[in-house]
């Protein structure tokens, strides 16, 4: 496949697996056997880790985006510089819903082969994230 093809099929990833919560195209577009390299802890193996993550992102932010700020390719690798943006609707990692508008940047470099994302290292600013949920809590 053509780095714009590659480019596409992970465009296509986060718009209909992450931003539109289509788990019915994690087969599609992920490979039987992909790795999640920086799976949280308990994460399961394949494709069904990411129908975890994306279950647990979108539960705790229904309206969940990702936007993407960067894309960049090169043989079989893209590599994705993002900000996912939500409202905290539902718990996440064990704080409770707080209402607060949050935005999270991240990288994330994925390896495409035959159509199908393969593996992935995704690098999220979690510290942050958690820092905007919990700043301030308890009245402010």
Known sequence: MSIEENKAVYRRFL???????RLDLVDELLAPDYVFHDAPPGTPAG??????????FRTA????HIDIEAMVAEGDTVVVRATTRGTHRGPLLGVAPTGRRVAMAGLTMVTVRNGRVVESWVKNDVAGL???LTEGAGGN
């Not at 718009?15 to 919560?21: A, L, Y």
């Not at 494709?47 to 647990?56: D, N, S």
Request: net charge negative; hydrophobic share 40%; charged share 25%.
């Open 15 to 21: 718009e209909e697996v992450f931003n539109q919560g």
């Open 47 to 56: 494709p069904e880790a990411i129908r975890q993550v994306v279950t647990m």
């Open 130 to 132: 958690m820092r905007q």
């Open 61 to 64: 932010f229904p309206d969940l």
